[in-house]
């Protein structure tokens, strides 16, 4: 049975919709079983024209990064503008609080914002790291030496690790898969359409260890003396899985078995977008919105559907970007609720 730690994943990851009033100190409070003070919050404006935009408490409220292209971290005061016990305040930044427009953020926490120095590897890492859900938010200062090691501070070997320069390139991912990716970790460019890279300037063949993740000597991921922030996932049963599937071309599409109910799942394939769906916009099934998260299109409501069940999702439609026929697919996925808690307890279907 898939049991688990991690009997409420909204501890440690929630999602919450709200609609701006362009006020400034706006506060938004999540509505999970737990208080989640979020380390991470990427707010996506779900109408056209506005690029999703990306926080964390590490680099520090107001210091924000667009999740759809090259730019650089910039201070945005109406933006972010802390991380509250149960939420977070925005300003009143058309990015993050027009007023009635509608946005969703997807929120994770971390420490709280209390970060360590760590010398696990060859470039010391600022690292705070929530290690019961296996997740770490880094920041450190390339070196341009290859096979370089950055300490991720989790004990355990991460799955998915994504990395962006503050100061310009776009974001790269390195996702552990199977598949036609089998037995590798490939690099993705988590910002355009690209497929992958397997440039060993990005990322070093060196796979990922319990302590240490490797780069290349690359400007993207390790140029010398500019600043980099990185999270870095661990899958853990119940909460978290980093995967793949191969599409089968059908409106019966193929079942992908995570071992939880998901609340949010993130897929891509080569020369596709990236596209999230999650449980909190699409609260029972058939679930059709679904978001082009590496872009600044407007939610779509049609086209996308999938089910999202009790211990994993099916896919019901028939989109190249999601499942066409014969085609291999990367997925990330966070829990709403996990298949059989630790005591024995199944989650319901919807």
Same mark, same amino acid.
């Given at each position: ?16 919709? +709200? ?13 999970? #079983? ?5 380390? @991470?919050?990427?707010?996506? &404006? ?11 408490? $590490? ?11 090259? $730019? ?28 009635? @427009? ?9 420490? *709280? ?15 705070? %790291? ?6 770490? @938010? ?20 991460? %799955? ?8 310009? /390139? ?10 036609? &990716?089998?037995?590798? +970790? ?29 780069? *290349?000597? *690359?400007?993207? =991921?390790?140029?010398?003396? &500019? ?17 793949? +599937? ?10 992908? /078995? ?8 993130? @897929? ?13 916009? #699409? ?6 919105? &679904?978001?082009?998260?590496? =872009?600044?299109?407007?939610? +779509? ?9 009790? #211990? ?18 990367? /997925? ?10 630790? =005591?024995?307890?199944?989650? =319901?279907?919807?």
């Amino acid at each position: 049975m898939a049991y688990t730690s991690i009997d409420d994943p909204s501890a440690h990851f929630q999602i919450t919709e +709200y609609t701006g009033d362009g006020n400034s100190g706006r506060q938004v409070t999540n509505g999970g #079983n737990s208080d989640l003070k979020p380390d @991470i919050v990427w707010i996506k &404006y779900k109408s056209a024209g506005v690029s999703p935009t990306w926080y964390d408490s $590490s680099r520090g409220a107001t210091k924000r990064l667009y999740r759809d292209f090259n $730019s650089s971290e910039a201070t945005l005061a109406e933006g972010v503008q802390s991380f509250t016990t149960d939420g977070f305040t925005v300003g009143n930044s058309g990015e993050v609080n027009s007023n009635n @427009i509608p946005y969703v953020a997807w929120q994770w926490h971390m420490n *709280g914002g209390t970060t360590s120095s760590n010398t696990d590897g060859t470039i010391t890492s600022t690292v705070q %790291a929530n290690t019961d859900a296996g997740m770490s @938010i880094m920041t450190y200062t390339g070196n341009a030496t290859q096979g370089a090691t950055v300490g991720h501070g989790l004990g355990e070997k991460p %799955a998915c690790i994504i990395v962006k320069m503050r100061t310009g /390139y776009d974001w790269q991912m390195r996702h552990h898969a199977t598949g036609t &990716y089998t037995q590798a +970790y490939y690099g993705w460019t988590w910002s355009t359409t690209a497929g992958t890279n397997s440039a060993t300037s990005i990322w070093s063949t060196t796979e990922p260890t319990t302590s240490v993740f490797s780069l *290349g000597s *690359g400007a993207t =991921t390790n140029r010398d003396g &500019y600043s980099f922030v990185a999270y870095a996932f661990v899958e853990k049963q119940g909460f978290s899985k980093f995967g793949t +599937y191969t599409g089968n071309g059908s409106t019966n599409g193929v079942f992908v /078995y995570t071992g939880f109910k998901p609340a949010y799942i993130e @897929i891509k394939t080569a020369s596709q977008n990236w596209h999230v769906w999650d449980s909190t916009r #699409n609260p029972s099934n058939v679930s059709n919105k &679904y978001i082009a998260s590496s =872009t600044s299109a407007a939610e +779509y409501t049609s086209g996308g559907d999938i089910d999202i069940l009790s #211990n994993g999702f099916k896919l019901r439609a028939t989109d190249g970007a999601w499942n066409g026929s014969g085609t291999d697919y990367i /997925y990330s996925a966070f829990a709403e609720n996990p298949f059989v808690t630790s =005591t024995g307890i199944p989650t =319901t279907a919807r």
